[in-house]
């Protein structure tokens, strides 16, 4: 069974690697920018979000992309497998983010209804971006420690890295003898920048 947590800055790449992992692995992807916001940037009520996230990962593998630290980490968390952390660098970060909103294409992450546009509250979310590592990983690292601190954690750092981390996984069928599934933790290369 695998159950994955990918956590990073917006722009780092999550639902990116979300959708790879799902697609070598076969799990259905969660995408909670998808579960949260709803049509027109409106958040939802908070019990309404916990009980379709509780829901999401429920089921015995799923790859699962966003942060979401205070609001569900006591869900995610004891459940998974394996966190990983995108470090990827808040200038990267900050350059896809300015991109895809001005390309303003579609995105399979978010509720349909949530176009980036360049306004005052992209502003505020581009200052979000720039200051994430500083001002917001810390706040996510304690809650992350306080909610699954059993749970392996992989840095991984550049395309090099996460392409690398991919083609290390086990062909489907390569498992671990039970369940068919493979086991991501027998590949692991733990560390600050694995």
Not at 86 to 114: E, H, I, K, Q, W
């Amino acid at each position: 069974m695998q159950r994955i947590v990918i956590l990073g800055n917006a722009g780092s790449g999550k639902s990116t690697l979300a959708r790879a992992l799902g697609q070598r692995l076969r799990v259905p992807v969660i995408h909670l920018d998808a579960l949260f916001w709803q049509p027109g940037w409106v958040e939802p009520d908070a019990e309404q979000f916990r009980t379709q996230v509780g829901a999401a990962v429920a089921s015995d593998a799923w790859i699962c992309e966003g942060n979401y630290a205070r609001r569900t980490f006591d869900l995610r968390l004891p459940r998974a497998d394996l966190i990983i952390w995108l470090d990827t660098p808040r200038l990267v970060c900050f350059t896809r983010v300015l991109l895809r909103s001005v390309m303003n294409r579609p995105r399979a992450d978010l509720a349909p209804g949530c176009k980036e546009k360049l306004d005052r509250a992209f502003l505020t979310f581009l200052h979000f971006v720039w200051n994430f590592d500083r001002g917001y990983r810390p706040g996510i690292e304690h809650i992350r420690l306080a909610s699954g601190p059993h749970v392996p954690v992989l840095h991984l750092r550049g395309k090099r890295r996460i392409d690398a981390f991919l083609h290390s996984l086990p062909a489907i069928g390569q498992g671990d003898g039970e369940s068919g599934q493979p086991r991501l933790t027998d590949n692991l290369q733990q560390g600050p920048h694995a």
